[in-house]
């Protein structure tokens, strides 16, 4: 078999009992979810595995609690191996981003923890500062809907950007509250299959989110960020994050610009790539590689113990 891709998603996959069964099981996990508490002074593991959900996916608990989840699903499956996964490369979506930099040693974990509190707490800001939303749309062409954002900013007079490409067919789009309203009505009349208004009260990845980069880059300027073991494709050019100054540059320009996810994935998958697993609560990025390239249909997610030890199997053919 050749060494997996290591994926890691982002806001919107959570739910309330994530990791609790594979900190259940296995002491190194138990051991992430520990040492979070120890590092945020409060017990996220108990907000992760109990909820309420409505404290869970608050922007400044849920992008810590992902990549905690995250984290504490990858060292099960290396508790199982008896050693770290020999991974090829690792991709995150959005804040899973922050996930895989952990995961190939570029942010140790209490850095990346503390890094993705303070991108939460200071995108709740900007979404108070600069009120928006993000809206999916299905079954249009992309060229299609950057012109729809295009015109919606010219009639509204405010922004409203692409803010994820996720697969063919689903692109998500980010902005200030009257031009994403207008854009969503211009993609109905363009005869999308579906404009669908996501429960969301910021508008991440666009010019909204100006509002607190500067401190934001502050943050970043303070980790320590070190080469990655292995290639972190970035969610702005799709390209090999190889150094700390280009990691910092991504982490901050990430706030403002789009997740080309598809472009990532179509990389990794150019280069001969033939293993992806998902690390992770839910199934969300497996659901996007099937709409990338049939041919991963099957793609294998850790969400639960079982799948710590399906995927150990699987590492050891």
Known sequence: MTNPVLLFPGQGSQEVGMGADIAAHSPAAASIFRQADDILGFSLSRL???????TLTDT??????????GVAALRAVEEQLGAPIAAAAAAGHSL????????????????????????????????????????????LDTDKI???????SAESGGPVVIANDNCPGQVVISGDEKALTRAMALAAEARARKVVRLAVSIAAHSPLMGAVQEDFAAAVAQADI??????VIANISARPLTDA?????????QLQNPVQWTK????????????FIEFGPGKVLAG?????????????????WDDVLAVTNLLRK
Not at 48 to 54: K, N, Y
Not at 127 to 138: K, N
Not at 226 to 231: A, G, K, S
Request: net charge neutral.
């Open 288 to 304: 996007l590689m099937k709409r990338i390239d049939r041919r991963f249909r099957r793609m294998p997610a850790v969400v639960a």
């Open 96 to 139: 899973g981003e922050y996930t895989a930099l952990v995961a190939a040693g570029a942010l140790s974990f209490e850095d990346g923890l503390r890094l993705v509190r303070e991108r939460g707490r200071l995108m709740k800001l900007a979404g108070e500062i600069a009120p928006g939303g993000m809206a999916a749309i299905i079954a």
């Open 226 to 231: 070190r080469p990655p073991q292995f290639p």
């Open 60 to 69: 400044i608990n849920v992008q810590p609690a992902l990549l905690v989840a």
């Open 245 to 253: 100054d280009a990691i910092r540059q991504e982490l901050v320009g």
């Open 48 to 54: 992760c595995f109990e909820g309420p959900e409505d």
């Open 146 to 152: 950057a012109e729809i954002c295009q015109q919606a």
């Open 264 to 275: 990532s994935m179509q990389r990794l998958i150019g280069e001969g790539h033939e293993t």
